[in-house]
Every structure is written in C-alpha cells, then in structure tokens.
T-cell receptor, first 112, second 112 residues
Framework: RKEVEQDPGPFNVPEGATVAFNCTYS??????FFWYRQDCRKEPKLLMS???SGNEDGRFTAQLNRASQYISLLIRDSKLSDSATYLC?????????????FGDGTTLTVKP | DVKVTQSSRYLVKRTGEKVFLECVQD?????MFWYRQDPGLGLRLIYF???????EKGDIPEGYSVSREKKERFSLILESASTNQTSMYLC???????????FGNGTRLTVT
C-alpha cells in the first residue's frame, strides 16, 4: 500500500462546477500537509498548506482529518485555468529535513 | 519569492557519461532535495541535505551521489549515466521543520 494515495482521476468537470479531491495517508506520525498544483511538463507549485482547523484561499478550501488520516481539497466555481494535476504532500519530521511523500496526483480538466 | 534555479532545462547524455545537475537557491534555505518524476511513478526522493556537507539518502539513491559544499548549491551526480535514468529531475529547497518545498523548474534528462 502506498504511503499517500490519491484518486488519479481524471476528473472532467464543466466550468463553474465544484470539485473535491481526497488524499489518504498511512503514517500517523505525519505532521504537515500540503496541496501542490502541477501543470503539464512544469514543476509542482505550492497551492496551499493544510491546517488542522481547515483553511480557505479564495475558491480553494483544504481540510485535514487526522483521525481518518485524510486531507481534502475543494475547488469552487472551477475555471478553465484550474486544469492541472493536483498533488497531495505529506511530511514527516523524521530528521532535520523532514521527509515529504507525494501522492501520484489527481488530474483535473475543466471544460467550457 | 523563493527562487530555485536548475542549470539546464533539457540535457541529452550518452550511456556511461558522468552527469552533473546543478541547483541553486537564493533564500538561505537549510534543506535541499533532489527528486525524479516519472509517469506512473510520481515524485521519488533521491537524496536530500539539511546542512552544508550533510546528505541523506532518499528512497532511490542507487546510481546517484550528491554534493553540498555551499548552503545555496546542491548538486546531483550521475556517476555513470544509464538509460533508466532518463527522467525529469526536480530540485527543491525548504526551511527547517515542516515548511513546504519550493521547486526549481526541472531538468529533463535523456540518456541515450
């Protein structure tokens, strides 16, 4: 079983739709959580950190459920420009540097 | 804004060559990382460093070595390039603890 699992999709949604991605993790020692966005043939870029109380940034809402060991990302009012792969990242502070484990990503395509 | 710069976007090398991939960050980050990303396998950690001259193996260190002589620079070395090292290589840096990673724009390496 992978340490971090995401539904690979693809998710194909119309503009304006609300879409949600889930990500589960297996290491209960995980301490920090992030969502990244990756466009085709580009590097991953930080979308948002995920805090225990949940957090929102514009149309994006991230939530953490430590008891069930999953995080989620909700995108409201989808735009064409939201089309990308979304990577869930879980970090365990095993050493000074910590270790980040990436999910394989969920692909979103927003259509006109 | 954090800037992580990788020396080459595209690189073509022959089997058996020694290959150097360079990464420089300008935010005085203690931690630096090298990942490779392959279709269907996601991002996999090769090596990381949490201080000058310090290095730790990631999940797939075989066939690679690293060098961190200065805080801002982290080099990945392929001692004898092989075709199975054809991949997208991503460098990242972060502050200590559970801070997010910031990625360079990647080096697409082809070994023929």
């Amino acid at each position: 079983r992978k340490e971090v699992e995401q539904d690979p999709g693809p998710f194909n949604v119309p503009e304006g739709a609300t879409v949600a991605f889930n990500c589960t993790y297996s290491n209960s020692a995980s301490q920090s959580f992030f969502w990244y966005r990756q466009d085709c043939r580009k590097e991953p870029k930080l979308l948002m950190s995920v805090y225990s109380s949940g957090n929102e940034d514009g149309r994006f809402t991230a939530q953490l459920n430590r008891a069930s060991q999953y995080i989620s990302l909700l995108i409201r009012d989808s735009k064409l420009s939201d089309s990308a792969t979304y990577l869930c990242v879980v970090r365990v502070r095993a050493t000074n540097a910590g270790k980040s484990t990436f999910g394989d990503g969920t692909t979103l395509t927003v259509k006109p | 804004d954090v800037k992580v710069t990788q020396s080459s976007r595209y690189l073509v090398k022959r089997t058996g060559e020694k290959v150097f991939l360079e990464c420089v960050q300008d935010m005085d980050h203690e931690n630096m990382f090298w990942y490779r990303q392959d279709p269907g396998l996601g991002l996999r950690l090769i090596y990381f460093s949490y201080d000058v001259k310090m290095k730790e193996k990631g999940d797939i260190p075989e066939g690679y070595s690293v060098s961190r002589e200065k805080k801002e620079r982290f080099s990945l070395i392929l001692e004898s390039a092989s075709t199975n090292q054809t991949s997208m290589y991503l460098c990242a840096s972060s502050l200590p603890g559970n801070s997010p990673l910031h990625f360079g724009n990647g080096t697409r390496l082809t070994v023929t």
